[in-house]
């Protein structure tokens, strides 16, 4: 890897840690030529401190290592993507980040759609909804809205028309999120299941 430690002219490179599996930013460190050696061969992530002044293992005391992943280098040569696999909260004052955020998994919207459901399954304000119409209704009913618009799903899926096959199969993954809540698991479950399958 032909990383340019020379650029900033004090031989020091950003070094951006990201969770392998969640791929959530987890601090900012910097690394010279010693810490990035070093990283490499202990495959625990190592940092320049410019505040001590010398080389610093990621949890050499708190024991909250950073088990390297993969180093990606960026397109100027001067900034290092370090993929990690944390062992324990990675911000000296305890959290899981050094922004003071959880480092959950989160699949983008469809991570907010959930959390939408689950406010509007415990939402007193709007009984009326029709996720609370449903969770009223219990298992069987939202059990049975999937399995409706699976059939209509399949359906659209052996005819021609595109809009309509989305449509459905956006009906279908709705549905399925509300079962899962009824049945007290999240999206997460799930992936968890394929990830051991893979």
């Not at 909260?89 to 305890?94: L, R």
């Amino acid at each position: 890897m032909n990383i340019d430690f020379n650029k900033n002219k004090n031989g020091l490179v950003p070094a951006i840690i990201q969770d392998v599996q969640t791929k959530n930013v987890l601090m900012l460190g910097y690394m010279n030529e010693a810490a990035y050696q070093k990283t490499i061969d202990t495959k625990q992530v190592t940092f320049y401190s410019r505040t001590k002044q010398r080389l610093w293992t990621k949890g050499e005391e708190s024991g909250n290592v950073l088990n390297l992943e993969g180093i990606k280098l960026d397109c100027d040569n001067d900034t290092l993507l370090v993929e990690v696999n944390p062992s324990g909260p990675t911000c000296h004052k305890g959290s899981d980040t050094c922004w003071n955020e959880e480092n959950n998994q989160t699949y983008g919207f469809l991570s907010q759609l959930e959390d939408i459901i689950q406010d509007r399954k415990t939402d007193s304000q709007n009984p009326d909804s029709y996720v609370a119409s449903l969770f009223r209704k219990g298992i069987n009913k939202i059990a049975q809205k999937v399995g409706e618009e699976a059939v209509e799903t399949v359906i659209e899926a052996k005819d021609t028309n595109d809009e309509l096959f989305l449509n459905e199969s956006a009906d279908l993954l709705f549905h399925y999120l509300i079962l899962l809540q009824a049945k007290g698991y999240a999206l997460n479950d799930v992936v968890d299941i394929l990830k051991k399958r893979h």
